[in-house]
C-alpha cells in the first residue's frame, strides 16, 4: 500500500505537468491575446476548434504574395525605364540630356523601391519561420477602447513543437 501510494505520488505531478497538445495549443492562444487585445480582463472564449495538423507553403501566404507582387511590379518598371533611356540615347540624346536625366533620377527612385520591395518579401518570410505546424480555430467576445463587444473568429498557426503562436489569420 505504501509502494503504492508512493508510486501515485510520483506519477500525479508529472501527469499534471504534461498537458494535451489542445490544452498547450489553448493556452498559447490565451497568452497571445493577452498581449494583442485591449481590455484582455473582458475577454470571453466562445468556442474553440480542433486541432488540425497542417502544411502551410510561404508561396499561398497572401501577405508573401502581395509583396512578390509588388516586387514584380517595381522590376518591371525599371526595366521600362532601362528601355526609355536606351532608347534616348540611342536617337542621340546625351546623358546630360534634362530629359535623360530625370529618366535615370525615375529609375533610381523606382530602384530604392525595389529594394524595399525586396525587404517586405525578406521580412514576410522571416516572420513566417515553419512549413509545417497546427492550427486551431478560436471564437471569443472582447471589449474594444470604445467598450463595444467584439466578436471575433480567428485561426491560429503554431510552429511544429506547439511552443508559439507563429500568425493568425480572421
Not at 504574395?65 to 540615347?89: F, P, S, Y
Not at 540611342?90 to 529609375?107: H, P, Q, T, W
Not at 519561420?129 to 503554431?158: C, Q, R
Request: charged share 35%; with cysteine.
Amino acid at each position: 500500500m505504501k509502494k503504492l501510494l508512493l508510486t501515485l505520488m510520483a506519477i500525479v505531478p508529472i501527469l499534471i505537468a504534461c498537458s494535451s497538445p489542445e490544452k498547450k495549443a489553448q493556452d498559447l492562444i490565451t497568452n497571445h491575446l493577452k498581449e494583442t487585445i485591449v481590455n484582455f480582463d473582458r475577454y470571453n472564449p466562445l468556442s474553440w476548434g480542433e486541432l488540425e495538423p497542417v502544411d502551410v507553403l510561404i508561396e499561398h501566404y497572401d501577405e508573401y504574395l502581395m509583396a512578390k507582387r509588388n516586387v514584380e511590379t517595381q522590376e518591371g518598371r525599371i526595366k521600362e525605364m532601362d528601355d526609355m533611356i536606351k532608347k534616348a540615347l540611342e536617337l542621340g540624346m546625351s546623358k546630360y540630356d534634362v530629359n535623360v536625366m530625370r529618366m535615370e533620377s525615375e529609375k533610381e527612385t523606382e530602384e530604392r523601391r525595389a529594394r524595399t520591395a525586396e525587404a517586405e518579401v525578406k521580412a514576410v518570410v522571416s516572420a513566417f519561420p515553419y512549413i509545417d505546424g497546427y492550427s486551431m480555430k478560436h471564437s471569443y467576445e472582447w471589449v474594444n477602447a470604445l467598450g463595444e463587444t467584439v466578436k471575433t473568429d480567428e485561426i491560429f498557426y503554431f510552429d511544429k513543437d506547439l511552443k508559439k503562436v507563429v500568425c493568425t489569420e480572421k
